[in-house]
């Protein structure tokens, strides 16, 4: 899988706000304080809210309530502007306007999550 780099502070600082969330079937990891210029992406992967375990859901909920609108904007931009984010997203019949949070693990997988509109 080719390695991508998403170098946008707003992104990077949205991805840290709250608890970091993990991949979809697993319980959310550490909280990172500090965000990280060029977060090396090595794989992507889309989840619709749906899918998460209660739990996880309302996490990733709070997380989506303490978003500010212009901030939810600059991200969907940004995936907009990333090729391989609009690829993930168009295989699971998603765009950027259903994405309501993102994570970048520390293994470099990008979860966009979706909720249904």
């Given at each position: 899988m080719r390695t991508f780099t998403f170098t946008l502070s707003t992104v990077?600082?949205?991805?840290?706000?709250?608890?970091?969330?993990?991949?979809?079937?697993?319980?959310?990891?550490?909280?990172?304080t500090e965000p990280q210029k060029g977060v090396a992406i090595r794989s992507i992967q889309v989840?619709?809210?749906?899918?998460?375990?209660?739990?996880?859901?309302?996490?990733?909920?709070?997380?989506v309530a303490n978003t500010k609108q212009e901030d939810m904007k600059s991200l969907r931009k940004t995936i907009d502007a990333t090729p391989e984010a609009v690829s993930a997203l168009t295989a699971k019949g998603r765009n950027s306007a259903?994405?309501?949070?993102?994570?970048?693990?520390?293994?470099?997988?990008?979860?966009?999550?979706?909720?249904?509109?």
């Amino acid at each position: 899988m080719r390695t991508f780099t998403f170098t946008l502070s707003t992104v990077v600082a949205l991805l840290l706000a709250g608890s970091s969330m993990a991949l979809a079937q697993t319980s959310p990891t550490q909280s990172q304080t500090e965000p990280q210029k060029g977060v090396a992406i090595r794989s992507i992967q889309v989840v619709d809210m749906d899918e998460l375990k209660a739990d996880v859901r309302s996490k990733v909920d709070a997380i989506v309530a303490n978003t500010k609108q212009e901030d939810m904007k600059s991200l969907r931009k940004t995936i907009d502007a990333t090729p391989e984010a609009v690829s993930a997203l168009t295989a699971k019949g998603r765009n950027s306007a259903q994405v309501v949070a993102i994570n970048i693990d520390q293994n470099g997988v990008l979860t966009m999550f979706t909720k249904v509109t």
